[in-house]
């Protein structure tokens, strides 16, 4: 096949950290959590005492603590992404260690905070304000899943000395993701807790 | 054609269009019906008819899965296929018993089917779409499980590439849904629930994994893209449809008893259904514009970026065009429905079938690509096919919005036939879109048997590596 | 720690006391519009901060920077005007 190729391959030239590939997947996400924020606002606007009242019942120093969690780990991982700049490779992957275990604590609260609304017999039908509480927290919370799972890939694979100062594409590539689940929160948080 | 045993595909792709050819007749005759209700009555009425020609989509659809599937895992496993006699033997079970339904479907009537099917046993019939007797939803589970078993024995054992492993769950996937198809509950909400399951979890799900990946393939080989590249989006496209596609299943759970969450999932995932489409026809043209080779198969190159388009188009757009709870409330049940049917299965699973068809039946024929007469009958044929499909679907959509105004988004709502009659118009003017693209498909046909001189060697002495 | 280690830790340092920002306007039950308004800054600039430093778009040419900009600039104005 090699012996008709006519064209020079051509690579992909953005510049943004990572896979590109990573990138058009982040802006879908971005795109699906936009428009569920928004569908959550303009229901408010027409629920506003059903929403302010239902809000009073979440548990906003839990929603904090994550959110405190989350940018924490979120640095850890800048931190990883710095030390395999260094080419320091077992840094890197401890760095990212301790990225994952936040993540971890993360879930934990937010499985606290769901068995607790559970134990309140609160349900996606309960009421609509709930419908968009447990909705997005969920969805969210599986993207925290998921982030964990490609944290840890990438952890063990600079355990193994697969990344290097030169090449790592592959730690930006997880780095970019974990930014975007601490991005989307960012949002989240002060949208469903504390605006009202 | 690297592998001897590839060649078990070549039946199953003839047998693949000789159902397309016997769809559109049906399709035609359905057509006519709407216009002229009493056309073939009693013989073919109506409900016949589009069982049939339903049924044959999906039927030779199948086939051509099975067949692309036959002809890429050995390639891609680099080996050859585990079982070819157990591939002919079950090319033939299917065949038959696909042919035993359909004409059961035509020569006794529906009830009588049933009971000369012994239906009661385990009743499963009269459900759209999964109207086939029990033993031949039986006789799919087995040719399937062993269909399974012969691509997965190769794929196991060989290299193991993403396309493969992208196709062989969405294979695996199409086999484990249909199963919900035996179950069928009293109530109707849970029966509508696991009816979806079959036919949303299949064409919003599974498929487009066997799409991407069978589109995949035949962009590594007539691109000559470094296969890495093609992988990544591959991983990302499939990741987007599943994600999407699985809970967009929602969009079928408005106002049929489900609880009212499933309005906003079903519109929010759903309207996102769109974009793993359009990350394929970027990713498509993108390939090909970076293409390292020039392919003598011009024909198969237009069949792929024809899909990246009108799969877009069809299940895309038109999807959402009518996906959102308020817009649904109007619009469900209505010729927009149709309209969306007809283009997304079109634009996305029968021109995939076709692409695959036209890059490999060259080289199942010992040629690295038809002679470019043969080539440029089946680019008219292309042309003429999708163009009346895009027409078919233009006058669909448009029966569709007037029967929304006149019938639904009205204060003074017009009975049912009186709306149809005056919207009379646009089903002429589909079946005349109709009869071109029967002409398109004559044409196709007839591409396979047009000769012209032999290419100038291109194809000799290349090794083909990708 | 090198220069990048600094910036990162200011900016982990500013969103650690937005949110408790956040979190303390939460807790005294504060709303009406200013309230909101500035809440909705806060969610602005932290996200602008992760989107720079964090995720390192700062350097990299538009539009790809600007996507993530943009996004935030739109959900983040749509919440004000849903809630105004």
Not at chain 2, 190 to 195: A, E, G, I, S
Request: glycine share 8%; with cysteine.
């Amino acid at each position: 096949m090699e012996a008709v190729a006519t064209h020079p391959a051509v690579q992909e030239k953005s510049g943004l950290p990572g896979d590109f590939a990573i990138w058009i997947f982040i802006y879908a996400e971005l795109l699906v959590f936009g428009v569920f924020f928004l569908a959550y606002a303009f229901t408010r606007a027409r629920h506003v005492e059903l929403f302010n009242t239902f809000q009073q019942t979440l548990n906003r120093e839990s929603g904090a603590i994550n959110t405190l969690v989350l940018i924490t780990s979120s640095y850890f991982v800048v931190m990883a992404v710095n030390a395999i700049r260094r080419n320091a490779a077992k840094r890197c992957s401890q760095w990212l260690v301790l990225a994952i275990l936040g993540g971890g604590v993360f879930v934990v609260i937010k499985l606290a905070e769901f068995s607790a609304k559970h134990a309140e017999g609160v349900t996606l039908s309960t009421n609509t304000f709930y419908m968009f509480y447990l909705s997005l927290t969920f969805f969210h919370f599986m993207h925290v899943l998921m982030g964990m799972v490609i944290l840890s890939v990438v952890a063990v694979k600079a355990h193994r000395g697969d990344y290097s100062a030169e090449e790592h594409t592959g730690v930006e590539t997880g780095a970019s993701y974990w930014h975007m689940v601490d991005l989307v929160w960012i949002v989240l948080f002060p949208l469903v807790y504390v605006l009202h | 054609m690297k592998y001897s045993s590839q060649a078990v595909a070549k039946p199953y792709f003839i047998a693949a269009i000789g159902l397309f050819v016997g769809q559109i007749v049906f399709g035609l005759v359905m057509g006519l019906q709407y216009v002229w209700g009493d056309f073939l009555f009693p013989e073919i009425p109506f409900n016949v008819a589009r069982m049939v020609h339903t049924n044959l989509l999906i039927v030779w659809l199948l086939f051509g899965f099975m067949g692309a599937a036959y002809y890429l895992v050995p390639e891609e496993a680099e080996r050859e296929l585990h079982s070819p006699l157990l591939a002919k033997v079950l090319f033939w079970i299917f065949l038959v018993a696909g042919a035993l339904t359909i004409l059961g479907y035509l020569l006794v009537p529906y009830a009588r089917l049933a009971e000369l099917t012994m239906n009661d046993l385990l009743p499963t019939m009269g459900r759209e779409f999964l109207e086939q007797p029990t033993i031949t939803k039986i006789g799919i589970v087995i040719v399937a499980l062993g269909f399974l078993y012969n691509i997965g024995m190769t794929i196991l054992a060989g290299r193991k590439t993403v396309v493969n492993l992208v196709l062989l769950t969405g294979l695996l996937g199409l086999a484990v849904f249909f199963l919900f198809s035996f179950y069928v509950p009293d109530n109707l909400v849970l029966d509508k629930y696991f009816w979806w399951w079959v036919v949303h979890l299949w064409v919003e799900g599974v498929w487009e994994l066997i799409l991407g990946a069978l589109l995949a393939f035949v962009l590594i080989k007539i691109t000559g893209v470094d296969r890495e590249v093609i992988e990544k989006w591959l991983y990302i496209i499939i990741a987007m449809s599943l994600i999407t596609g699985l809970i967009g299943t929602g969009h079928h759970f408005y106002w049929i008893g489900t609880p009212g969450y499933w309005q906003w999932w079903g519109s929010i995932f759903s309207a996102m259904e769109p974009i793993p489409f359009f990350m394929m026809t970027v990713f498509a043209f993108n390939m090909v514009n970076r293409r390292r080779r020039e392919h003598p198969n011009k024909a198969a190159m237009l069949w792929a970026l024809g899909t990246a388009v009108m799969s877009f188009l069809g299940a895309g757009v038109w999807g959402f065009l009518h996906t959102l709870a308020p817009v649904n409330y109007y619009t469900h049940g209505t010729q927009i429905t149709a309209a969306h049917g007809h283009m997304a299965f079109y634009g996305a699973y029968v021109m995939i079938v076709l692409t695959v068809i036209s890059y490999a039946m060259p080289k199942l024929r010992g040629e690295e690509a038809a002679n470019p007469r043969a080539q440029v009958v089946e680019m008219w044929s292309f042309w003429l096919m999708t163009v009346s499909m895009v027409f078919i679907t233009l006058f669909l959509t448009g029966a569709g919005v007037l029967q929304v105004w006149m019938q639904r988004y009205t204060d003074v709502p017009q009975a049912f036939m009186v709306v149809q009659d005056k919207i009379a118009i646009f089903y002429w003017l589909r079946e005349a879109a109709g009869a071109v693209f029967m002409t398109g498909l004559i044409l196709y046909v007839i591409s396979f048997f047009v000769t012209g001189e032999k290419r100038e060697s291109v194809s000799a002495g290349v090794p083909d590596t990708a | 720690m090198d220069k990048a280690g600094y910036r990162a830790l200011r900016v982990w340092l500013a969103l650690v006391v937005l949110t408790l920002v956040t979190y303390a306007a939460g807790r005294a039950g504060l709303g009406g519009r200013l309230v909101i308004s500035g809440l909705l800054l806060s969610v602005l600039i932290k996200g602008q901060m992760i989107a720079d430093v964090f995720m390192g778009l700062k350097g990299v040419r538009s539009p790809w920077r600007w996507m993530v900009t943009g996004w935030l600039l739109v959900v983040v104005t749509l919440i004000g005007v849903a809630f105004s």
